[in-house]
Every structure is written in structure tokens, then in C-alpha cells.
């Protein structure tokens, strides 16, 4: 395993790169493990606790169009987007648009 995908090894936070989930698509079950060693008064207690997770798969099979490709900031668009499925299921919609301003002039 590659360091640079892992920080935080030696402290009490350990941040994934999104790069690791990337870089592995075929992957969909996950788990990491952490080993603890702890210096009590009786002397050194250790143990171990791991989390497991599952990777959301993305929704298939739909496409989007919308009503107009140009328009100014008063111009209503239509969003469609149908036939999407997704085997866990669809709890919400997000899109992203962008303004890009031309003068005419």
C-alpha cells in the first residue's frame, strides 16, 4: 500500500485518499484495521478495532438533457433526466451548473 494514499499512520486520525477508491473501481467491500498499543500503570495493553464499508454504486442505464443550451440569467431551463436506476435506491437529485458570461459588445 502506497503511503502517500494513507496519512495520518502513526496518530489518532487516519485520512483514506479518494485516489485509493480511484484507483481500485472493482473494489466494492472495504475494511481497515487498527492495531493499538497503550502504556497503562500495569504495564502495555493492546487491541484492535477495524470498520468495514461498502462502496455506493453509482446509478445506471439514464440520461440528462436539458431544454437549451444558451439563455441569460432570466431564462428558465428544463432539466430531464430519466430511466436512471440505482440498486440502492435514489434518495435525492444534485445538479451542478456553471454561468459563463460573453460580451458582446
Known sequence: MNDFLLKGRQTMNLTVVNTLFLDNPSVQYWQFESVYSVTTTNGIA????????????????????????????????????????????????????????????
Open 46 to 105: 493492546s487491541g484492535s478495532g477495524s470498520i468495514r464499508f461498502t462502496i455506493n454504486s453509482p446509478p445506471q442505464n439514464g440520461t440528462c438533457t436539458v431544454s437549451q443550451i444558451n439563455g441569460t440569467t432570466t431564462t428558465p431551463f428544463i432539466l430531464s433526466c430519466p430511466n436512471w436506476v440505482d440498486s440502492d435506491g435514489i434518495a435525492g437529485y444534485t445538479f451542478y451548473g456553471m454561468f459563463i458570461y460573453t460580451n458582446t459588445e
